[in-house]
């Protein structure tokens, strides 16, 4: 008996609706896409409009030294400039580096023992407990840590402050310490800062080639040595990524920050333990006192430039990550 043969259905005419809601949907996603460009560049637009008037009468470089005093600004003079921010730039670049210093160590084992060393039935368990860190509101970050944080840190604070006599240490802890600090500040937003960190490097370790793993520990590697020659030399790029994504996060940081520094607006501080400010935090705190000449307009300047460094970290960190693919390969 011959098998009838029946023809494939013709699909080289598509149908007037299907090409209708295709060509919808592309429409739909382009607009969602172009939206979000718009308000980015819209927010930019404002806050440099906004600055503009400062910007203008002082000169856009005259910014650029660490004195901030509204008190002696006048709407008839444009010389000197009392609104400086570097101190502010200082201090968030700080800040933030010391939360990774402290953060980002402890990401990666975090992320190492859920990816390759804990038993399967405890990761999911694990990572959620994680990835709940980044739930808990920053306000409550800060209030856990003017009560909590500040009085345990005390003696880590004044051991390190007695380190004068080693001549870089004894100059970045430099004392006295108080508690409200650099120091202080970092240490909270480290915790704040880990759950994002650990999530990346989680995705990263996870890439690693089972094959590879399992040929380390079958030639007789202990857990350690896998990790070391199967797991972390595909893994750096990745990590370095995380390391930025993370910092890009911790420059935008407000009131946990603005509870825990010190906010000392007037120089940048020798050293970490002891009081400074951010960029975030001057925000908070003046923007609604600031009645002085080209104070309000000197704010929104502060704003236009977090959103530049912000911006900044936040795309060589994705250009980073998005090498993580090809470096493996």
Not at 30 to 42: N, P, R, S
Not at 104 to 110: D, F, G, L, R, S
Not at 129 to 155: K, M, T
Request: charged share 10%; proline share 7%; glycine share 8%.
């Amino acid at each position: 008996m011959t098998a009838e043969v029946l023809d494939p259905p013709d699909t080289s005419e598509r149908s007037a609706d299907g090409e209708f809601i295709d060509g919808l949907f592309a429409r739909l996603m382009a607009a969602a896409a172009l939206t979000v460009i718009a308000v980015l560049v819209a927010t930019a637009v404002f806050l440099l409009i906004r600055a503009w008037p400062a910007l203008s009468h002082y000169g856009p470089l005259s910014s650029f030294h660490p004195r901030w005093a509204p008190s002696e600004a006048l709407a008839t003079s444009s010389k000197p400039n009392p609104y400086g921010i570097v101190q502010f730039i200082y201090g968030t670049v700080v800040t933030s580096l010391v939360a990774m210093v402290i953060a980002v160590p402890i990401a990666i084992a975090v992320a190492l023992y859920i990816t390759n060393l804990s038993p399967a039935v405890l990761r999911r368990p694990f990572s959620s407990l994680v990835d709940l860190l980044a739930a808990i509101p920053s306000v409550v970050y800060g209030f856990w840590g003017v009560f909590a944080l500040i009085p345990a840190l005390g003696p880590i604070g004044h051991g390190l402050t007695s380190m004068s006599g080693i001549p870089v240490l004894g100059w970045l802890f430099r004392g006295p310490f108080f508690g409200y600090s650099v120091f202080a500040a970092g240490v909270v937003l480290a915790i704040m800062v880990l759950p994002i960190v650990t999530a990346i490097c989680r995705e990263v370790f996870d890439t690693a080639p089972r094959t590879e793993k399992e040929a380390a520990l079958a030639f007789g590697a202990t857990n350690w040595e896998m990790l070391r020659l199967a797991v972390l030399p595909r893994s750096r790029s990745g990590i370095v990524g995380a390391a930025i994504l993370g910092l890009g996060r911790a420059f935008g940081e407000t009131i946990a920050v603005t509870m825990l520094i010190g906010n000392n607006v007037l120089t940048i501080p020798h050293g970490i333990m002891r009081p400074g400010s951010t960029m975030p935090s001057v925000i908070a705190n003046e923007f609604t006192e600031a009645n002085q000449p080209f104070h309000l307009d000197s704010l929104f300047l502060v704003a236009f430039a977090l959103l530049l460094l912000s911006l900044l970290v936040n795309i060589i960190g994705k250009r980073i990550v998005g090498r993580v693919s090809e470096h493996i390969a």
